[in-house]
């Protein structure tokens, strides 16, 4: 696919700036869980894990569930609130 492996280690944070993007993206993401729905960070961590993996990436042309499995990712959760006649 044409990807290159930059590592990020504590002495050169800033190797290509997307993990840095990444970690504001998923920052952010837990801020909001956190405002919207009360509780601490570490209740709404795999929620956003699972909203970012499967969430589209400009960057790849995929969400990064799709690149790493192959396939699009098949989940039980209903993301739209269903009426009680349903």
Same mark, same amino acid.
């Given at each position: 696919m044409g990807t290159r492996l930059d590592f990020s #280690?504590? *002495?050169h944070p800033q190797t290509d700036?997307?993990?840095?993007? #990444?970690?504001h993206t998923i920052e952010d993401m837990l801020r909001m869980c956190v405002l919207? *729905?009360?509780?601490?960070w570490r209740q709404h961590l795999p929620l956003v894990?699972?909203?970012y993996n499967n969430s589209y990436h400009a960057s790849i042309g995929?969400?990064?569930?799709?690149v790493l499995y192959g396939r699009k990712c098949r989940s039980p959760v209903y993301w739209e609130e269903r009426s009680p006649a349903e």
């Amino acid at each position: 696919m044409g990807t290159r492996l930059d590592f990020s #280690t504590a *002495f050169h944070p800033q190797t290509d700036g997307q993990s840095e993007r #990444t970690i504001h993206t998923i920052e952010d993401m837990l801020r909001m869980c956190v405002l919207d *729905f009360g509780g601490s960070w570490r209740q709404h961590l795999p929620l956003v894990e699972f909203a970012y993996n499967n969430s589209y990436h400009a960057s790849i042309g995929m969400a990064p569930y799709e690149v790493l499995y192959g396939r699009k990712c098949r989940s039980p959760v209903y993301w739209e609130e269903r009426s009680p006649a349903e």
